[in-house]
């Protein structure tokens, strides 16, 4: 099918149902096309900037009447 031929089907859709034929375009084109090169994470760059407080795994006032 020519590009020619697919716009202008595209075109006699109502303006209802095209941003659904947009989104489908896009989840084609994210699945099928190549992405770019991402750098993998790199492990334990947050290692000791979070903390747990120590009272964590108490139960929560909030849930008191439910156990």
């Known amino acids: 099918m020519e590009q020619d ?3 202008e089907k595209v075109k006699k859709i109502p303006p209802a149902y095209q941003q659904e034929v947009e989104d ?3 989840f084609i084109l994210e699945k099928k096309v190549p992405k ?3 750098p993998k994470r790199k492990l334990g760059l947050l290692k000791g900037k979070l903390k747990m407080g120590s009272d ?3 139960p929560l006032e909030d849930f008191k ?3």
């Open 36 to 38: 770019s090169y991402k």
């Open 24 to 26: 489908f375009i896009d």
């Open 65 to 67: 009447d439910y156990m």
């Open 5 to 7: 031929q697919l716009i």
């Open 56 to 58: 964590f795994d108490e």
